[in-house]
Nanobody, 121 residues
Framework: VQLQACGGGLVQAGDSLRLSCAASGLAFSSYAMGWFRQAPGKEREFVGAVSSGGTTYYELSEKGRFTISRDNAKNTVYLQMNSLKPEDTAVYYC????????????????WGQGTQVTVSS
């Protein structure tokens, strides 16, 4: 199983980014996909997730700025991030777990390598 996250970069506050996570080696449509982020010196934290059925969940503070979607035909999940803030700076990871979403990072079976997002003020 491989999860390949990409789309990060250096942007200014207020800008947008769309992260992608392409999955291979698993029955993608049967997996919930989560996005987490980890800033230096901090624990990995839940950003949002989409269930195998397409239902989305978000960390309350991100709701309205971040949107998660999935394309099962492409085995890819996306994280659209708008109105980025310096505090959004982190490495963003995608994870996969069977069917249902979870806010717990330790419940995800597979992880991508992460993509760096840096937001300057």
């Amino acid at each position: 199983v491989q999860l390949q996250a990409c789309g990060g970069g250096l942007v200014q506050a207020g800008d947008s980014l769309r992260l992608s996570c392409a999955a291979s080696g698993l029955a993608f449509s049967s997996y919930a996909m989560g996005w987490f982020r980890q800033a230096p010196g901090k624990e990995r934290e839940f950003v949002g997730a989409v269930s195998s059925g397409g239902t989305t969940y978000y960390e309350l503070s991100e709701k309205g700025r971040f949107t998660i979607s999935r394309d099962n035909a492409k085995n890819t999940v996306y994280l659209q991030m708008n109105s980025l803030k310096p505090e959004d700076t982190a490495v963003y990871y995608c994870g996969a777990r069977v069917i249902r979403t979870s806010t717990r990072a330790d419940s995800y079976l597979y992880w991508g390598q992460g993509t760096q997002v840096t937001v300057s003020s």
